[in-house]
């Protein structure tokens, strides 16, 4: 079957959406403009600790604003919570999750004491030992689950080093082109968070394939996310769809755009007059000297 070209802004209601959001927005919409494809948009809403409904409501403002159309109903990943639980399933099935009681505290100190591998500074702690384990399930403490890159490893045998995808744009370093997926960059990461019973990677991972998605386009700060995601479909059999990474706008102090250091946010620039025009010719300035 041949999947019609299809791209996603998919962004976490947790704020505003600034000149940033704007910049990846209009990058996927021009794009799928250009091809003639599909233009989803999907609200990354699992992390019910910091969503907040006025945000989600700007963004459908915001987007429209700009001028973006999207198909509907609108994917929430707040909806689709037993989805993801059934790919976790299957890869508990297969063996290749555990649980980890650790706290942040705890990891950041494992990660200080790990001796600087090729892995660097990243988590692969592994289970407990099974008698620790259950002790610690008796007294109901809180777990997360984490992919194991061992198991995952031995999983796929000799196919785990020939994993790769498409970079149709770059990554941070310049990478570009077919890409040898490095899922080690980030360790044994987190599947399930402890708060929330689901993680990023997972519910993507799921939903780029369940959408359809042929071409993520989204910011650099997601490359290695990219090789993560990489091995994921490999574990639970789904498509792995084209790269392209943008670069990230800058703010005037030379570090990524943000709200904290003065990024306006979109319903602001609006407020004040701003067309959409406006937002076009700031983004280019914003690229330009990034
Ligand atoms: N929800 C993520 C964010 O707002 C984007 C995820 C993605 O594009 O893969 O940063």
């Given at each position: 079957m041949v999947r019609a070209w299809t791209t996603r802004f998919a962004p976490s209601p947790t704020g505003e959406l600034h000149l940033g959001h704007a910049f990846s927005a209009l990058t996927a919409w021009d794009a799928a403009v250009a091809a003639g494809g599909r233009f989803l948009l999907r609200i990354e809403d699992i992390d019910a600790t910091r969503v907040r409904p006025a945000f989600e409501a700007g963004i459908f403002e915001d987007l429209a604003w700009l001028g973006l159309r999207w198909e509907t109903p609108?994917?929430?990943?707040?909806?689709?919570?037993?989805?993801?639980?059934?790919?976790?399933?299957?890869?508990?099935?297969k063996g290749l999750?555990?649980?980890?009681?650790?706290?942040?505290?705890?990891?950041?100190?494992?990660?200080?004491?790990?001796?600087h591998g090729p892995s660097g500074a990243v988590f692969v702690g592994g289970p407990l030992a099974p008698d620790e384990e259950a002790e610690r399930l008796a007294r109901g403490e809180a777990f997360a689950w984490r992919l194991s890159l061992a198991a995952a490893r031995r999983?796929?045998?000799?196919?785990?080093?020939?994993l790769t995808f498409l970079e149709d744009g770059h990554g941070p370093e310049g990478e570009h082109g077919v890409i040898r997926a490095a899922p080690e960059r980030l360790g044994d990461?987190?599947?399930?968070?402890?708060?929330?019973g689901v993680a990023y990677h997972l519910a993507v991972v799921v939903d780029d394939a369940r959408q359809g998605?042929?071409?993520?386009?989204?910011g650099c700060d997601l490359f290695e996310a990219a090789h993560v995601q990489r091995l994921l479909q490999a574990l639970l059999g789904l498509p792995t769809p084209t790269y392209r990474h943008h670069p990230l706008l800058m703010g005037p102090d030379g570090k990524r755009l943000a709200k904290r250091n003065g990024a306006p946010a979109l319903r602001a620039l609006r407020e004040a007059g701003e067309t959409v025009a406006d937002v076009r010719r700031r983004i280019a300035e914003a690229v330009g000297s990034s």
């Open positions: 609108v994917l929430r990943q707040s909806e689709h919570l037993a989805d993801y639980h059934a790919a976790l399933e299957d890869l508990a099935a999750i555990y649980r980890c009681f650790r706290t942040r505290a705890d990891v950041a100190a494992e990660i200080t004491r790990a001796p999983h796929l045998g000799p196919a785990a080093s020939a990461i987190v599947l399930a968070r402890k708060d929330v998605v042929t071409d993520v386009i989204r």
